[in-house]
């Protein structure tokens, strides 16, 4: 008995479990005393803001040293570490805002790579830096949370045409970006989790890829860095080629949701083509991300079938043990409230944790500009990988417009 007991703790003080703890924990105090969560100010021009700022950064700091306290990480040094991230994101938060920018449809995501990737490339990280460095830890707390702002009710009501075509892209790009990375002598770790970056929901995916093939991140690292890295100019060419085309709002906003590999830069890019093609790219790129779990689920199947542990007998056991606890954390908080909040309700609480989201990942964005090198991702050994995600880009991007088209511009008119 002591024994299963042992067991069951040791299974619930993984990092997985913890992220999940942690994010219910924000969750719950979103929901019943909505008035203690913290909120990034936009500016730094008025007492209050600066007020906000510190509560924020004393929330984070709190929730930082508790997880790495029960996780039994050194706590020395995260103090100073996590107040420069912490810094250079809220840097990034007020740039993002300033008017000619937010016109621009620069977002905080962006400047927070850019500054991680200048001090990283220019300057080289510090070690008094490198303590608060979890880029994966803030983007799974960040992901629970922003569970809570997809409702299954809201996507298929407005999502149908969405839905069908998240399902067929991520069932096509996937499939081909797989096969394209294995001719291309991409080993299949790194394989798996380029496909499931661009044809599922970016750097959300490639994390939960990775967790449930047990992945090097090392190569994880390569393939959100690559991610990152073709997002930005995509985020501007797409709406540029859009009106170039003629497309209508509804086609040119599935476009852009189901190819522009973060949440943020597909609401900017949207934006750059009006409310209504803004509202469909988010409503398209919201069905990828509902289908975050059942891929994880697939991929957790497939992977014990045919990954590296081929001879282990994939037993329900094994499948659940490789499941990405996060993934789980953040379909129970779609669900939850889906189900027991009415939509307006729902959404009150959604726009606290949106903005408590966003805050996490541009922390979490600094943190992945900080630990990457351009000189590792465009390296000879990462060289076939760098092609063969920018040419499974391209097919999705080709792909993407033809489903978008059929569904959006055709299909959708007739019954409307």
Excluded: H
């Amino acid at each position: 008995m002591k024994t299963n007991q042992k067991n069951w703790k040791v299974k619930l003080l993984t990092e997985d479990w913890i992220v999940v703890l942690a994010a219910s924990l924000i969750l719950l105090l979103a929901i019943v005393v909505p008035a203690v969560m913290p909120k990034m100010p936009k500016t730094l021009l008025t007492t209050k803001a600066w007020l906000d700022a510190g509560y924020m950064f004393l929330f984070l700091l709190l929730v930082t040293y508790l997880t790495s306290a029960v996780l039994k990480k050194p706590l020395k040094g995260i103090f100073l570490s996590f107040l420069f991230i912490y810094a250079l994101a809220l840097g990034s938060n007020v740039l993002a805002s300033i008017p000619a920018i937010k016109e621009i449809g620069l977002e905080s995501v962006f400047f927070s790579v850019i500054l991680g990737l200048v001090i990283s490339n220019i300057f080289g990280v510090p070690n008094w830096l490198k303590p608060a460095i979890q880029s994966e830890f803030y983007i799974k707390i960040g992901i629970i949370t922003l569970g809570s702002t997809i409702l299954f009710g809201e996507v298929m009501k407005a999502g149908a045409y969405g839905l069908a075509q998240s399902l067929v892209v991520v069932l096509v790009v996937w499939n081909f970006a797989f096969w394209l990375a294995r001719r291309m002598k991409v080993d299949d770790e790194m394989a798996t989790m380029l496909a499931s970056g661009v044809s599922i929901c970016g750097v959300s995916a490639a994390i939960a890829t990775c967790g449930v093939i047990e992945g090097d991140n090392k190569k994880l690292s390569t393939v959100i860095s690559l991610v990152l890295v073709v997002a930005i100019p995509m985020m501007y060419l797409l709406p540029w080629l859009s009106n170039l085309m003629g497309l209508s709002p509804d086609v040119a906003g599935a476009w852009l949701g189901g190819t522009i590999d973060t949440t943020g830069a597909v609401a900017a890019a949207g934006t750059m083509l009006g409310e209504q093609a803004a509202q469909t790219a988010i409503i398209v790129k919201s069905s990828q991300n509902v289908l975050l779990g059942i891929a994880a689920f697939l991929i957790a199947l497939y992977w014990t079938y045919k990954g590296e542990e081929r001879q282990e007998k994939p037993t329900l056991k094994i499948i659940w043990d490789r499941f990405p606890k996060f993934v789980v954390g953040f379909i129970l908080a779609s669900l939850v409230f889906s189900i027991f909040f009415s939509i307006e309700s729902a959404k009150e609480v959604g726009k606290i944790t949106k903005g408590f989201s966003n805050t996490l990942f541009s922390i979490a964005f600094v943190c992945i500009g900080l630990e990457t090198r351009f000189k590792e991702i465009f390296s000879k050994e990462n060289r076939q990988p760098a092609k063969a995600f920018i040419a499974a880009q391209g097919f999705n991007i080709v792909v993407t417009l033809i489903v978008s088209y059929v569904l959006f511009g055709i299909i959708q008119p007739m019954f409307q």
